[in-house]
């Protein structure tokens, strides 16, 4: 079992939907990532949590450390918002980053 | 300016050859990382190093080996390329192994196919 996981695998919303991708870890972490990768293949950096809740535009991560679980909202989705979405953990050690399978969204016009 | 680049973006070579992938960052940060990318997209951590050392080595085939000349450059060389090593390669840097108020910085990529 891999120490993040990741719900859903895949996501269709129509554009103007709400949107929710869950993340769960199962060690100790110094911080919780949020990246995104494009079609392209570029890797993004959206945010990083060690409490509470970040906000940036139309995207809102939240993290609960004490259920080890971590939430990616993103409100009035928009077909440019179509992309996979990474959850990733950095530990006290090394922080090297440990990566959850993703969550491919589409956003359809 | 690009933060982290990467060179080449694409590279096609056959079984048994050598290849370089070149890293370069200009955010004057601390650590650098390399991260494999397979086939099902999931991506998994290879090398880091913090000031020119080698912190970080995972279970990787002593056929690759990183080399950070300066805090600046990490690069990975691979030696008698297999099919099983093609794959997307992301270097990616941070700042002070990445404590809170610093995240990651990627590279765009380099996608090596062994034929």
């Known amino acids: 079992k891999n120490e993040v996981e990741q719900s859903p695998q895949n996501l269709t919303a129509q554009e103007g939907e709400f949107i929710t991708i869950n993340c769960s870890y199962s060690v100790g972490i110094s911080a919780l990532h949020w990246l995104q990768q494009h079609p392209g293949g570029g890797i993004v950096s959206l945010f990083m949590?060690?409490?509470g809740k970040k906000k940036h535009g139309r995207l809102i991560a939240t993290i609960n450390i004490q259920e080890k679980h971590s939430s990616l909202h993103i409100t009035a989705s928009h077909p440019r918002d179509s992309a996979v979405y990474i959850c990733a953990v950095s530990k006290a050690a090394g922080n090297k980053l440990t990566f959850g399978g993703g969550t491919r969204v589409l956003v359809k016009p | 300016d690009t933060a982290v680049s990467q060179t080449p973006k694409y590279l096609v070579t056959q079984m048994g050859n050598d290849k370089s992938i070149k890293c370069e960052q200009n955010l004057g940060h601390d650590t650098m990382y390399w991260y494999k990318q397979d086939s099902k997209k999931f991506l998994k951590i290879m090398f880091s190093y913090n000031n020119k050392e080698l912190i970080i080595n995972e279970t990787v085939p002593n056929r690759f080996s990183p080399k950070s000349p300066d805090k600046a450059h990490l690069n990975l060389h691979i030696n008698s390329l297999e099919l099983g090593d093609s794959a997307v390669y992301f270097c990616?840097?941070?700042?002070?192994?990445?404590?809170?108020?610093?995240?990651?910085?990627f590279g765009s990529g380099t996608r090596l196919t062994v034929v």
């Open positions: 990616a840097s941070s700042q002070d192994r990445g404590w809170r108020g610093y995240g990651y910085t």
């Open positions: 949590l060690s409490s």
